[in-house]
């Protein structure tokens, strides 16, 4: 019990801590204290150093040391920019199938009866290996029907002229065809107007582009093709067959090459851009 008493009475005895220099031993700072208040406030001093240090270390430069935070990031950041490279692959994948299309339809390859879905369970018959024995009679009214379907056929890809046609939508033309500067006529029309197949069709292309927006391309048989851009939105997709006066599209200022609402309107004829007011009027 003495050696307890005696500990704490030199914990509570005053002592002077002074700073002197050397060579004088001249007193330049000094205070009195005891040593438990010494001890203290050394030890206060070490606890708030390692606050100070352990903030440091978790929340300064260092944290990546102690968490994974910046790796779950990182792989985010990866994983975004993975995901915006597949979109950009299918766009261009788009973009591939949608030139292809205009060529092979510019060209020729592909019809509107081409587009006709077909069965897949229909298998192809040779008709090579089908023997039919004919009758003269049966002879006689075969050769009479395929004359009759030549003489509706030529007139059908000769009959194709102004009243056939119609404007797929009404207004005043705002800029006019010319084949080497504007292949087209613009056509400003009411707000939202509804804008219409100017002849019968299929429909071969229903998308966007950045430039020409929302637009259409409807292939009519006899080499005509008919194109609708700047659309606000298209009422049809690709492979559906239109009459004359179907809405297909609600006009719009889609696309950067738009600077108002309007209708461009191509008309194509066997792959060369005619003056579409040669065969319908906009008023």
Known sequence: MSIWKNFVNKLQEDITVSFANPKTFDTNWSFNSSRFRLISLFALLLIVCSILFSLFLFFGPTKSWFTNNDVSIERQNLEAQMKRVKELETEINRQEIFIKGIQD???GKITPDSLEK???DLKAIDLKDVKIATSRDESKLAKKVKDDMRTVQKKQTTSISNSLFDAPVSGYVSEKFSADRHPAVDIVCKKESTIKACLDGVIIYSGYTKNDG???????GNKY???YKHNKVNLKSNG????LGDPIAIAGNSGENSTGPHLH???WFE???IDPQTLMSFN
């Open 105 to 107: 339809v510019l060209t």
């Open 118 to 120: 077909k069965p897949a």
């Open 214 to 220: 929302y637009f259409i391309i409807i292939d009519h």
């Open 225 to 227: 093709l008919s194109i």
């Open 240 to 243: 559906q067959r239109v009459k």
């Open 265 to 267: 309107f191509e008309l």
């Open 271 to 273: 792959q060369k851009p």
